[in-house]
């Protein structure tokens, strides 16, 4: 025994004296640090061999393009958006001169022969591209072909031999991993900046098609394009968007994942466009409110707000109301788990869904058409015709189905529930809405003690609502 306690007294605890004893103790203390530091050491991730591997595949992008009388590209800080794409214009401040506008980002090479990764928002519109080395060599770039959608675009420079980077499989990231990217913020070449993964599967507005990976990896204005690697050094994702009030990194970055880009680069390298699965559904979240309201024990699913007239959804039988639970084995547990699926399915696809419809487990085969962007809106008459009891005004339309919304009480029902002046209620505890009469009646026969689903249109989408009825 090194020491021993005696008894504590007024004065508190006493320890005897022993000189050995004491040096034994220090020496384990030294011992016990040291192994700390080299757990704490060992846990912190060494990143210098890996920039120093991986940088020479990663490049510099300088974009020229004649704006021909039209305005160039607004600057970060011109954005009223929160969430930016981070284009660097180098001449930022500065007068204009002429019709020319410069902009630059980053990007990575993926095949030896000279195929390069970037943001199709980096090249967009532009007349010249230039893809500069880490080793000062500088090419010029043909634009093989881009997609808006997943913001992916394909240059090909004409070199041989050239260093690539290694790909990894973003489908088995975590949250909490270490993450690196390299880029060339504010044009300062080759910056590499750490961080870890945030969170996966991120939708972001007007990116449904998009499952990003969101990092605190800092990321500014000329990063766009660039590479996210993973501990190993390996590319699994291109840095493409943040989330700002100042056009600088305020902590929430967002990548687009490798799987994902490849797909698109692919697609771009065969046949110049990028092809996406269908359904013809608009969907929305659940909430708990809404889920006991559809007779669900939870919130998950994709419940389908609408379906496409003569859409693949349509054809196959599925109707507004059902929630989706899986599509194609690939369970569904938020709405925005769904559009990243479908569109990487190909058109032409029969593919399994499992649905929940009237609280009962469905499975139906669809067969997956292909994305268009045309979208069907609704147009009303308004005629004041009061609804006490759920607290609005509303009034007939011109189409088939669904009442007008012209006032709401703020502190009625309807208003609770999340129902606005300009919405158009299309059903009311899954009965198709016809007629302001119909839905008094409905109102009039409905219990007050259950969450009842009120489907609305709202501008050209469509949402189911939770709604609870005051007592008649």
Known sequence: MLYSLVPASASGPHVARNPLATRWLACALIILITASGSVMARAMPDFAPL???VSPAVVNIRAVGDLAGQQSEPT????PELFRRFFEDPRRGQPPRGQRKFGQ?????ISEDGYVLTNAHVVRGAGEIQVIMSDRREFEAELIGDDPRSDVALLKIDAQNLPTVELGDSDDLKVGQWAL???NPFGFEHTATQGIISALSRSLPDENYVPFIQTDVAVNPGNSGGPLFDEEGRVIGINSQIYSRTGGYMGLSFSIPINMAMSVSDQLREQGFVSRGWLGVSIQDL???LAESFGMENANGALIASVMPDGPAAEAGLRSGDVILSFRGKQITRSHDLPPVVAATPAGTDANVKILRDGKPREIEVQVGSLKDDRQLASAVQKKTPQGRLGLVAGETDAEEGVLVREVNPRGAAARAGIRSGDIILSFDHTAVKSTRQLSKLVQD???DKPIAVL?????STQFLALTLPEA
């Open 181 to 183: 990217a390299i880029g």
């Open 51 to 53: 920039v120093e591997r």
């Open 105 to 109: 980002g980053s990007g990575f090479i």
């Open 287 to 289: 909430d708990q409110t």
């Open 446 to 448: 409905s219990p007050s």
């Open 456 to 460: 609305i249109q709202r501008d050209s």
């Open 76 to 79: 970060p800080e011109q954005m």
